[in-house]
Antibody
Framework: QVQLQESGPGLVKPSETLSLTCTVS????????WSWIRQPAGKGLEWIGR???????NYSPSLKSRVAMSVDTSKNHFSLKLSSVTAADTAVYYC???????????WGQGTLVTVSS | QSVLTQPPSVSGAPGQRVTISCTGS?????????VHWYQHLPGTAPQLLIYGNNNRPSGVPDRFSGSKSGTSASLAITGLQAEDEADYYCQSYDSSLSGVIFGGGTKLTVL
């Protein structure tokens, strides 16, 4: 059973860079798409971006200028960096496997990131 | 405002049938991209409920079904149970945005 676990600081200061890591267990990170998705309090799900373990990436147009995703196959984890954060970036951040023909089939439990000074 | 439109809320009594609509456009659902549905309970990870418009992952009860027609899709839940009370999201791909899109979510209340 594939399991995903997000990790990283729960508090980030405005204008700084949010950094999160998603560790994959129970399966290989190779040959799959992996995504980051977030949910601000009281709002819906927002896709941030995806990456293939071969290195290609696609980001949401609304966040593209501030997002970078990377993968470390030796550690079976992938990462998210979101720069120049503001309070609007406060949200629960999820990592997930996909998108694929089967949708997002495995998700992490989510981690709350608060942007505040 | 989400590219995929869902009703903010639906409700039904135990045992009843409810449907949740997901309306898109010619650049997403209407272009032939698959629709997937997720069930989300507060404080937990979203769970894949329906993939590829009308397929259930292993372990999802057959009370849940999906359909797609034109620029819209629907999730139907029959034999409503108290445990079905959750938020439901549709998801697809949009060619104009070149990315994944979600509906705004629908809160299902079991009366």
């Amino acid at each position: 059973q594939v399991q995903l676990q997000e990790s990283g600081p729960g508090l980030v200061k405005p204008s700084e860079t949010l950094s999160l890591t998603c560790t994959v267990s129970g399966g290989s990170i190779s040959s799959s798409y992996w995504s980051w998705i977030r949910q601000p309090a009281g709002k819906g799900l927002e896709w941030i971006g995806r990456m293939y373990t071969g290195g290609s990436t696609n980001y949401s147009p609304s966040l593209k200028s501030r997002v970078a995703m990377s993968v470390d196959t030796s550690k079976n984890h992938f990462s998210l960096k979101l720069s120049s954060v503001t309070a609007a970036d406060t949200a629960v951040y999820y990592c997930a496997r996909g998108p694929a023909a089967e949708g997002f089939d495995y998700w992490g439990q989510g981690t709350l990131v608060t942007v505040s000074s | 405002q989400s590219v995929l439109t869902q009703p903010p809320s639906v409700s039904g009594a135990p045992g009843q049938r409810v449907t949740i609509s997901c309306t898109g456009s010619s650049s997403n659902i209407g272009a032939g991209y698959d629709v997937h549905w997720y069930q989300h309970l507060p404080g937990t990870a979203p769970q894949l409920l329906i993939y590829g418009n009308n397929n259930r992952p292993s372990g999802v009860p057959d009370r849940f079904s999906g359909s797609k027609s034109g620029t819209s899709a629907s999730l139907a839940i029959t034999g409503l149970q108290a445990e079905d009370e959750a938020d439901y999201y549709c998801q697809s791909y949009d060619s104009s945005l070149s990315g994944v899109i979600f509906g705004g979510g629908t809160k299902l209340t079991v009366l």
